[in-house]
């Protein structure tokens, strides 16, 4: 910032730029107690990998699809039996 002959403004001036890079440092502070706070909840809930979710979620389609499989051929070998 320009300096004036006013003391009084510039004051006024130091004081608005200490209190703005003051705020900065708060925020900072924030951020990172928040961001500290939530990886620490994430690591509490225990949480699936997503590697390990597709896995299992491609095993359940394959025996989905096997049952279904199977169900049909149940179906088709009762219906050629006689009762």
Known sequence: ???TDNPFLDGMAKMFTDAAGMAQGVRAEIDTFVKQRLERLVAEMDFVPREEFEAVKAM???ARAENES???RIAALESKTPS
């Open 60 to 62: 359940a389609a394959k």
């Open 1 to 3: 910032m320009a300096q």
């Open 70 to 72: 199977l169900a049909a």
